[in-house]
């Protein structure tokens, strides 16, 4: 069966802590009562970068595949400031995400906290796969879960939020982000041995931004 590129965009939005962080050239917030969001929408989001975004020449010889994370900030205007590369697969992946998501500089409705506008520090991963053609099932489906699980997240519905990212590995189960969501919430629930398996299990995926808390928590 003929096969083509494809490429699968599953946003991930979580917050880490409850303190206030700074970049190089502004403070942001981890965490907000109301996130920002896309103007357009978030299918007309998913729809942009499928769009627009170019699997690199070097990548797509070598068969390189996974997910690229990349960190942005939208401030109070709603411009998209300071991205960034947070996990990269090499071949110009990591490369290419950012220069797609630029693109949507001045799109975005700003994150709100206590009734103001706030900057606000976003993770976003972007997929690089080579199947057959067609989009894969799981992403509308993973994109709800994630949604869900964040915003229980953030309302302290510390179960239900685990449930749903526990949901999100059932459909793709080597989805390091998740799993590093589902530690950050194991920990929120006091179990901070299946935090450490989960933080581990991250690691071992390539997701390196839980070495800290594995090093620092885990045994």
Not at 4 to 30: C, G, H, K, P
Request: glycine share 6%.
């Amino acid at each position: 069966m003929k096969r083509i590129l494809r490429i699968s965009i599953i946003l991930f939005l979580i917050s880490i802590s409850n303190v206030r962080a700074q970049s190089d050239t502004l403070n942001y917030e981890l965490t907000a009562d109301s996130i920002p969001k896309y103007i357009y929408g978030e299918d007309s989001l998913f729809h942009f970068i499928q769009r627009f975004i170019r699997y690199p020449i070097y990548a797509r010889e070598n068969k390189i595949q996974g997910k690229v994370y990349i960190s942005f900030v939208i401030d109070t205007l709603g411009q998209l400031r300071d991205s960034a590369i947070l996990h990269d697969i090499d071949g110009g992946c990591g490369i290419e995400a950012i220069k797609v998501m630029n693109k949507t500089n001045g799109d975005w409705i700003p994150a709100y906290k206590n009734e103001k506008k706030v900057n606000y520090k976003m993770t976003f991963p972007v997929s690089f796969k080579i199947g057959p053609d067609g989009p894969p099932l799981y992403i509308s489906r993973t994109n709800a879960l994630y949604n869900q699980a964040v915003a229980s997240y953030k309302n302290n519905d510390f179960k239900r939020a685990k449930y749903l990212f526990s949901e999100v590995l059932k459909i793709d189960p080597k989805d390091k982000g998740a799993y590093y969501s589902r530690a950050l919430t194991w920990r929120k629930l006091g179990n901070q041995e299946e935090a450490c398996k989960d933080f581990k299990k991250s690691i071992e995926l390539g997701y390196i931004e839980s070495a800290p808390d594995l090093g620092n928590e885990c045994k």
